[in-house]
């Protein structure tokens, strides 16, 4: 295994004030005017057709960003579980108290007491307990009031209320250790719940170049925009919820997009823009949310969550069973036909099978269980992939109650159409999204990590964290963009072109083999 380097950024996209933050929540200023905090959120990494929000660790969507006042740029950026509260600059100190947590819905208050030094830029995490934080204020040098949530609702039933008012006094701040301070105090009246400050770039699910270096891209409430070879943004599509999917003709002449209304609604709408300028034809609304798949041939089909799944512009329509986003996402690029997942147990998630579907007969043709160690009977999920050298190679996640472990995230190469596994690289991250150039396999993962992979055999040709100017992002959308380049979605919205590192290509293997 090694650690060599996958790609460059070469230009970043959609880049501005706080994008490291995306959504953002507050800001607050130091006393001596030299630095913004800004605490913001990423949004989950979901929507109604896909998720990839499993981790077997710690998954930290909310952010911190300290800048420098004057110029506004991001020195360092903390990374949180929890949405961000409350924060609170020491009136004497280069520190930063951050207040994050949340209620979980169902019995528990859990957040943290973030310090964050200025200076050297660590982050520590103090309380003994996680503990929702929700107001923070400096009496003087030692002595910091909070507000923080009960630990339960028992105890909010017992006490009368969520919160209590503490004071926390430490001799020296900058040398307090983590999970060190103990809380407790008096019921109070409720915390109030800071305001948002605006919406910002979050959550780039869909990238492609174009021939001419046009960038397109789909994110929340941006159904499709382009961004020129120069790097100026020439023309955008708004959408009220998310833009999810897109796929460019083959002429390039127009793309067909899938947009999703978000929660509350919950409704879907496939258009064709225009490439040229970015005209808008609606082609279908759902009352409910739709993935789209495609073929090497350009065909693309409409699945729905229920009801029949239906090829566009074609009157062909096959009933595939009912969908949901954790078990039948499967979206292979390059693939020879219209490949679904299809449960064939009693439920829909039950017994997963790829097929594929043949329009012209209106009928679907079973390839192969998704699960390729039938004596293990594991319940897997869907995932991304790619069609390379005759095969797919797709990523998966292995159920278990407890939560996604370690080394339960996978890749594996199943050779077309009987499925049979050449090779599984396990992880303990799930895949955003894959794509290749040549023989190599670049899978992105939420944990921000970029890896290379061998398509022949697995193995590890390169790994590395993904990083935009110092600071870590998270890969949700990847695209090869020709010989020797990467197109990047990223969670906190902007697109990155990155250029790959020099792999052995398919023509140089074939020479070689010969």
């Known amino acids: 295994m090694t650690d060599s380097e996958v790609l460059s950024v070469q230009r970043v996209l959609g880049d501005g004030r706080f994008a490291e933050v995306g959504e953002v929540r507050l800001t607050e200023t130091d006393p001596t005017g030299t630095y913004v905090a800004v605490g ?18 710690p998954t930290a969507w909310n952010r911190v960003g300290l800048y420098r006042a004057d110029t506004l740029e991001c020195v360092h950026l903390v990374c949180l579980p929890w949405p961000v509260n409350t924060l609170a600059f020491h009136p004497e100190l280069p520190i930063l108290a951050i207040g994050s947590g949340s209620y979980d819905g169902g019995y528990f ?24 934080v929700t107001e923070l204020r400096w009496r003087d040098r030692r002595t910091l009031d909070a507000k923080i949530s009960v630990r339960d609702e028992e105890q909010e039933e017992n006490l009368g209320s ?27 009246t409720p915390a ?34 382009c961004w020129s070879a120069a790097g100026e943004r020439e023309w955008s599509v708004p959408a009220s919820g998310v833009g999810c999917q897109l796929y460019v003709d083959a002429e390039e002449n127009t ?11 919950s409704t879907a709408t496939v258009e064709r823009v225009r490439l040229a300028d970015g005209q808008v034809e609606p082609l279908r609304t759902f009352a409910q949310p739709v993935v789209l798949v495609t073929d090497s041939t350009g065909q693309l089909a409409i699945r729905p969550r229920s009801g029949a799944t239906e090829v566009l512009s074609q009157e062909s329509r096959v009933d595939l069973g009912g969908y949901d986003l954790f078990n039948h996402f499967f979206d292979i690029r390059r693939a020879p036909a219209l490949l679904f997942l299809q ?26 269980p998704l699960e390729w160690d039938a ?31 370690p080394g339960n995230s996978c890749v594996v190469r199943r050779s077309y159409p009987d499925g049979k596994p050449r090779w599984v690289h396990h992880a303990d991250h799930q895949v955003t999204a894959i794509d290749t150039i040549g023989y190599t396999v670049y899978v992105a993962y939420n944990s921000g990590e970029i890896v290379a992979i061998d398509a022949t055999d697995g193995r590890v040709r390169g790994r590395q964290h993904l990083q935009v100017n110092g600071h870590p992002v998270v890969p949700l959308s990847l695209r090869a963009a020709g010989a020797d380049r990467l197109v990047i979605g990223t969670l906190d919205g902007r697109v990155l072109v990155c250029a790959v590192t020099a792999r052995e290509s398919y023509a140089t293997r074939a020479a070689t083999a010969q």
């Open 40 to 57: 913001g959120s990423l949004g989950y990494p979901q929507w109604a057709g896909h998720s990839v929000m499993s981790s077997s660790g």
């Open 109 to 132: 208050y859990e957040g943290e007491l973030t310090v964050l030094d200025l200076e050297s830029g660590r982050a520590t995490s103090v309380l003994h307990e996680r503990r929702e």
């Open 162 to 188: 969520p919160t209590m008012a503490v004071t926390i006094a430490v001799p020296d701040w900058r040398a307090v250790k983590a999970r060190s301070l103990h809380v407790d105090g008096p019921a109070t």
């Open 192 to 225: 109030a719940t800071p305001v948002a400050q605006g919406k910002r770039r979050r959550q780039v699910w869909a990238v492609a170049e174009l021939s001419d270096g046009r960038i397109l891209a789909s994110l929340e409430h941006v159904a499709l925009e």
């Open 255 to 265: 793309a067909v997009l899938a947009t999703w209304s978000g929660w509350n609604e």
């Open 343 to 368: 449960g064939m147990g009693p439920r829909a998630h039950e017994d997963k099978w790829v097929v594929a579907f043949d329009p012209a007969r209106q009928r679907t043709e079973r390839l192969f």
């Open 375 to 405: 004596a293990k009977g594991r319940h897997l999920f869907g995932g991304p992939g790619v069609f390379v050298d005759g095969a797919i190679v797709h990523a998966t996640a292995i159920h278990d109650g407890t939560g996604l472990l």
